[in-house]
């Protein structure tokens, strides 16, 4: 298994799929990130969104959906609910944590050998960095050996503090 960090942009990561974080409404609005994806990818992502959410009318907070990319040069998004951190107190961890384990059984399901992952929950959810980050590393390294398809894990870090946490924690 293969786990990798890059710095950059998630829109721009030629992998099977990729991991959106977003409201449990799929609307455009769960943060900069889900922005950022709905813009690169079309119209059509948001046509496909309204469609599933009118039929299940919203997902539950660390529950995944899978849709086409559309403009992405990914194949597929994977969207997931992430918790709003509230110091803690009220199941982030372990709400994070199934984001990123409903993400990955997802993808192997859907024939995926390729994820890519941003940084999920530390923008507009507010999710400490570190702890964020540590918490990623540590769902995803106990899962990835159950898994059939998946063979490679990408972190995408945009900024150089979550990067820089990312590059430490992969060292340890």
């Avoid at 982030?92 to 995926?112: G, M, Q, V």
């Avoid at 941003?118 to 702890?131: E, F, M, Q, S, V």
Wanted: charged fraction near 25%; include cysteine.
């Amino acid at each position: 298994m293969d786990i990798t960090l890059l710095k950059g942009d998630i829109t721009q990561v030629k992998t099977d799929a990729i991991v959106n974080c977003t409201s449990v409404k799929l609307v455009i609005g769960g943060g900069s990130l889900d922005t950022a994806i709905h813009r690169k990818a079309g119209p059509g992502l948001m046509e496909e969104c309204r469609r599933i959410i009118t039929e299940k009318k919203n997902i539950a907070i660390g529950e995944c959906l899978l849709t086409d990319s559309y403009k992405l040069p990914c194949k597929k998004v994977i969207h997931t609910a992430c918790p709003v951190y509230m110091g803690g107190g009220w199941n982030e961890a372990e709400h994070l944590a199934e984001c990123y384990r409903s993400a990955l059984t997802l993808a192997d399901r859907a024939f995926c050998e390729s994820i890519a992952f941003p940084a999920l929950g530390t923008g507009a959810h507010t999710y400490p960095k570190r702890d964020a980050a540590a918490l990623a590393l540590t769902a995803v390294r106990a899962l990835l050996p159950t898994l059939a398809c998946l063979k490679r894990v990408v972190f995408v870090c945009l900024d150089d503090e979550n990067y820089r946490i990312y590059q430490e924690l992969l060292s340890v």
